[in-house]
């Protein structure tokens, strides 16, 4: 069994910046895919950034410029740089990584957590 575990969010004023990190632990796996999605209450969760084992990232357009992922996967560990922070930037941030496991990718989640920008 793998597990996430999220930390670094919290409370921010606009413009300002946190940075979240996630780290996998368990026994005998590979991650491929690794990223971040976020939630408003009400609303689905929304892709924030992926980043592939190779280095290959993806961004929202909302976040492109201000956003940052980057990974160390000697450590299984994934981090979100994010600078200017806006209101709307406000949400619950998961974790996400795609394990392989039986030659099959399996999808693991975060318990996520709380970022919250004040204007």
């Known amino acids: 069994q793998v597990q996430l575990v999220e930390s670094g969010g919290g409370l921010v004023q606009v413009g300002g910046s946190l940075r979240l990190s996630c780290a996998a632990s368990?026994?005998?796996?590979?991650?491929?895919?690794m990223g971040w999605y976020r939630q408003v209450p009400g609303k689905k969760r929304e892709l924030v950034a992926t980043?592939?084992?190779?280095?290959?990232?993806n961004y929202a357009d909302s976040v492109k410029g201000r956003f940052t992922i980057s990974r160390d996967n000697a450590e299984n560990t994934v981090y979100l740089q994010m600078n200017s922070l806006k209101p709307e930037d406000t949400a619950v941030y998961y974790c996400?990584?795609?394990?392989?496991?039986?030659?099959?990718?399996?999808?693991?989640w975060g318990q996520g957590t709380q970022v919250t920008v004040s204007s």
């Open positions: 368990g026994r005998d796996f590979s991650i491929n895919v």
């Open positions: 996400n990584a795609y394990i392989l496991s039986s030659s099959i990718m399996i999808p693991y």
């Open positions: 980043c592939t084992q190779g280095g290959s990232t």
